[in-house]
């Protein structure tokens, strides 16, 4: 199994970033998929977590109407669309195999730094 985020980089207070994850060695599509992340110092977030079929997507009540959260099966990719970026945004982003509370299954992760 391999999970590789990019997308990641240093943005200004209300920019944009578009994050993806690049999924191998495992059925993509039969997998609930999540982003989580880790801010400097504190333990790890859920953000938010996408259905097989892209159907049903959450997310914590901090990004609600900001990111977006997708995914293209046929390319076994995830993305996270973060709009209006703050500073709170800053950390490290991990692409993670699973619903929300899964954390085992992840990638190196894309750092976000966001600027005041």
């Known amino acids: 199994v391999q999970l590789v985020e990019s997308g990641g980089g240093l943005v200004q207070s209300g920019g944009s970033l578009r994050l993806s994850c690049v999924a191998s060695?495992?059925?993509?599509?039969?997998?609930?998929m999540s982003w989580v992340r880790q801010a400097p110092g504190k333990g790890l977030e859920w953000v938010s977590h996408?259905?097989?079929?892209?159907?049903?997507?959450e997310y914590v009540d901090s990004v609600k109407g900001r990111f977006t959260i997708s995914r293209d099966n046929a390319k076994n990719t995830l993305y996270l669309q973060m709009n209006s970026l703050e500073p709170e945004d800053t950390a490290r982003y991990y692409c993670?195999?699973?619903?929300?509370?899964?954390?085992?299954?992840r990638g190196q992760g894309t750092q976000v730094t966001v600027s005041s």
């Open positions: 060695g495992f059925k993509f599509d039969l997998y609930y």
């Open positions: 993670v195999r699973g619903p929300r509370g899964a954390t085992t299954t």
């Open positions: 996408i259905s097989m079929q892209g159907g049903i997507t």
